[in-house]
């Protein structure tokens, strides 16, 4: 059936009554702050009321019996079976297992999960539990909007406590970052200084010895400045380490 209609699944020899059925039913559920739309996308029949949104279809009961092959399948079933005996592969005939027939009866349900589910019987049809029907649907409106309650509530809880968990992992991270940085830092700081003792011990034996050469002084220039670029707290620049890392000419490009 089109997507854009009820959702009535029936023969055409109930069509009329599901109609009946479902117009009623749809009516008296107003009265009890129910609307019925379309969703055309899906395909369904929807109840809005009662705080939430509820499924609602007819459908006729299918009865499965087993298949009695008619004279002409039998034919073609044994032309099949005789054609390996002649050579002549024929097609395998599609003979069913079973016949489905229409009963007439007719299945009321609403929802899905959860969900009620009416069947005429031999006894009584649904129409004459029309009352009962729509107080059971206002009842099932109710079981779940709270059940929907609950999921949301529990959804908000485990994404609160998803958040929260976020968070922690991040000010960890966050923490050993900082602290390996402290590490890397004070690391950096320690051997500074003993370069620079380094380079005091050089400079004082130079001085002692009358070798304080205009190289050693550049040396200790140098050495100073490298000193300063490894300490974290001079936060010196070097203008060969801190420059872009050079390319590799390559011989295609000239």
């Known amino acids: 059936a089109p997507k854009e209609v009820l959702d009535i699944q029936v023969t055409k020899s109930c069509l009329d009554r599901a109609l009946r059925l479902m117009d009623t039913l749809l009516k008296t559920l107003e009265t009890s702050g129910f609307t019925a739309r379309v969703d055309t996308e899906e395909g369904e029949t929807l109840l809005v009321g009662g705080g939430t949104t509820l499924s609602i279809s ?99 809880a485990y994404q609160e406590a998803v958040d929260h968990y976020e968070a922690q992992v991040r000010a960890r991270n966050e923490e050993r970052r900082k602290l390996g940085a402290l590490f890397r830092d004070a690391s950096r700081l320690q051997r500074a200084n003993r370069l620079r003792e380094f380079i005091a011990a050089v400079e004082d034996r130079g001085r002692r010895e009358g070798e304080l050469t205009p190289e050693k002084q550049q040396w200790i220039a140098w050495a100073s400045a490298k000193a300063d670029w490894i300490d974290p707290l001079a936060k010196r620049n070097d203008p060969i380490l801190d420059a872009p890392e050079p390319q590799q000419p390559s011989y295609w490009r000239f």
């Open 58 to 156: 007819i459908i006729e009961q299918i009865a499965r019996t087993t298949h009695t092959p008619t004279q002409k399948e039998v034919q073609a079933r044994n032309r099949y079976y005789d054609s390996f005996r002649r050579g002549v592969r024929e097609e395998h005939p599609d003979i069913p297992q079973f016949d489905w027939h229409a009963t007439g009866r007719l299945t009321l349900t609403v929802g899905g999960w959860p969900s009620r589910r009416w069947n005429d019987t031999e006894r009584n049809l649904i129409d004459t539990r029309l009352g009962r029907i729509v107080a059971a649907i206002v009842g099932l409106a109710e079981e779940k909007r709270a059940k929907e309650a609950e999921e949301e509530r529990r959804r908000r």
